[in-house]
């Protein structure tokens, strides 16, 4: 994959640094800050350099024999990660080759090279980020699913990290929206976290991409995930928060997004449980609020699907007698719903079954229903 030869972009007369170079470079105080990154990215500019890994070395460190220290730890480091990769099937994706992605290239630190496991083409498709909360209620992951579905079958590649809640939701929407989905890393190919999401991982690089700027060995420190949000962000030319609180990690996606100059959207939600502050706050600074994937394709001034008119998404099937008893969001048990219909348990459930199966309602794990889709009150009747 390493072919220098198609960048053009590059000195055609200066020495290209090889694929054990980058390797080392990329493992530069990695984990840590992103640095090595930034200098890889100026030095890609200045035409003449000969040895990348002293030069970067040489701005991270004063001490000459620190630098020669760190050079030989990230030589060896390289050398590991290489076999390691090229045992298990992961392939190297470095900022010379034509596969790396041009959007990320225009970050302020974009990663010197990606593992990736599956499809590394998929890093050059047009993507969205779907992004939130790792604790998120069960209607906001059916609305992460929903929108990343909606995402896939408009032909954008859904981007997210993989995590437990909204992440894991987004990918499996664009899964069943039949579109390929990029799963970004906070640790290395050889070891997926949190680690009941290696079949979901396996199902992503089967039609997508699972990468990572750590070596395959790495383990998920909490330092790195961070810093992996700005390629989930630099991936994308917008990123969409699905639920998230004042201090959720999927604002500092949103934060690297608008730094990188990318669209920032949000999906509002209830106001007493604090769940979605985060996402009302972006909303008040700017960010689109997100109800139907329609939002995301007129703030991106995307195409619909071949064959659906703009608004189709919308439409839905008549408002049921159920339903109209539902407002949006709220949790209600099946002796709330028994007092509001008037009707038995026995009957509800079974109209509650056939809506949950439709998408319209999720339920709870404390047993109640949670409306999640449908018109609004009155249409439809």
Partial sequence: MHNPKTVSQHPQDDPWPDLPTLVAVSLLQC?????????????????????????????????????????????????????TAARLGFQPVTWFDEVYPAILREIPDPPVLLWTHGIAATLQLPSVAVVGSRDALPASLAVAKQLASGLAEAGLTVVSGLARGVD????????????????????????????????????????????????????????????????????C????????????????????????????????????????????????DGARLVETVEDVLDELKWPRPAGKSEGESHKQLQLSDLEANMAKGEAYSIDDLAGRTGRSASELLADLSVLELAGRLVRTTGGRFVRIAGPELGEGN
Avoid: M
């Fill in 237 to 284: 030319r917008a990123t969409v928060v699905v639920e998230a609180s004042e201090r959720s990690g999927s604002l500092i996606t949103a934060r690297l997004a608008l730094e990188q100059s990318r669209d920032v959207l949000a999906v509002p939600g209830g106001p007493l449980s604090g769940r979605h502050r985060g996402c009302h706050a972006l909303i008040k």
């Fill in 168 to 235: 894991a939701a987004a990918h499996a929407g664009a899964l069943a929206g039949g579109g390929p989905s990029t799963a970004v890393l906070g640790s290395g190919l050889n070891h997926i976290y949190p680690k009941q999401h290696v079949p979901l991982a396996e199902r992503v690089a089967e039609t997508g991409a699972v990468v990572s700027e750590y070596p395959p060995d790495a383990r998920p420190y909490a330092s790195h995930f961070p810093l992996r949000n700005r390629i989930i962000s630099g991936l």
């Fill in 31 to 83: 984990g840590t800050t992103t640095l090595a990154a930034r200098h890889a990215k100026a030095l890609a500019a200045e035409p003449g350099r000969v040895n990348w890994l002293q030069a970067i070395a040489g701005r991270l460190w004063k001490e000459p024999s620190e630098q020669q220290r760190q050079i030989q730890d990230a030589r060896v480091g390289a050398e590991r990660a290489l076999s």
